[in-house]
Structures are given as C-alpha cells and as structure tokens.
C-alpha cells in the first residue's frame, strides 16, 4: 500500500502565514503608538509565543505506512505507532474545529496535526483526507487480524 503523508497545503500556509503577519504588524503598531516599554516588552513575548505556535501548526505532518502511523510535531521528533497498537481512528468535532483522533489499544487518545479544518482556515478536502485515513487504518487492521489468524493456524 503507498505511504499517504497529510501537511498544510501552499495555500492554506500562505493564509495561515499571512494572518500571523497582519497581527504581527498590528501588535507592533499598537506597542509604537502606546510608546511604553512595558508594552513593548509584552508585546515582544506575545510576537514571539505567536511565531512559535505558527511554527508548530505549519510544521507538523501525518504519515500513513503499511509500519504504521508517524507523527510529526515541529518540536517533538517523528514518532511511529504501528498498526498493532491502534484501536481506532475517527473524526472529532471541537468548535468550529474538524480533526482527527486516534486512540490506542492502551486507550490514550491524540490528535493528528492534519487532516484539520478549521472556520478560519478551512480545508476542502477534509472529508476526503479523513475517508482516506479512516479507509488506509481499516484496511491494515484487516490485514493484521488476518495474519494473526493465520499464525494461529499453523501453530
């Protein structure tokens, strides 16, 4: 089976990127006109806490193998779940806010950093990245059992 790798689309980046600019330029010409320091100083920390999170929401990927699921956070190296360890993957509905979880078989649940739509920077091709996702675990789950049951068979 190909391996599917889920990112932020150009598109999307260029107006997630853009968003962060307007604001930045907008904190920085509210910190210029108030003209205090502590004002700069906050204004600085937030600039800087924003880029952060901007970094780690553009950074992030999600990669299905036939080895398993990898995840990748900007901050947090690629991690692999293989197949055998997942018991489900399924839409969640968080506000306005569409993404995918996974729960494992020792019942912890994370999200995936995509598919993910948002209100403010919605994704057009979510339902069918999250068909996909659901479709390619269903598809290795089978293919586990059957080689378990297999296994058993001859042992």
Do not use: C
Request: without cysteine.
């Amino acid at each position: 089976m190909d391996t599917l790798t889920f990112t932020l689309s150009p598109g999307r980046l260029l107006r997630f990127t853009a968003r962060i600019v307007l604001l930045f330029g907008s904190l920085t010409a509210v910190s210029l006109v108030v003209n205090h320091s502590n004002t700069v100083l906050l204004v600085s920390v937030m600039s800087l806490m924003v880029a952060l999170f901007a970094l780690g929401a553009a950074g992030g990927r999600t990669t299905l193998s036939s080895e398993g699921l990898r995840v990748h956070r900007f901050f947090v190296p690629m991690r692999l779940r293989p197949w055998s360890e997942i018991a489900s993957v399924a839409e969640k509905q968080a506000r306005s806010t569409s993404l995918m979880t996974v729960r494992t078989t020792g019942g912890k649940e994370y999200t995936l950093p995509y598919p993910v739509n948002t209100a403010s920077n919605p994704d057009p091709e979510f339902p069918a990245h999250r068909d996909q996702v659901i479709a390619y675990w269903r598809k290795q789950a089978r293919a586990a059992k059957g080689a378990k049951a297999a296994g058993k068979r001859r042992g």
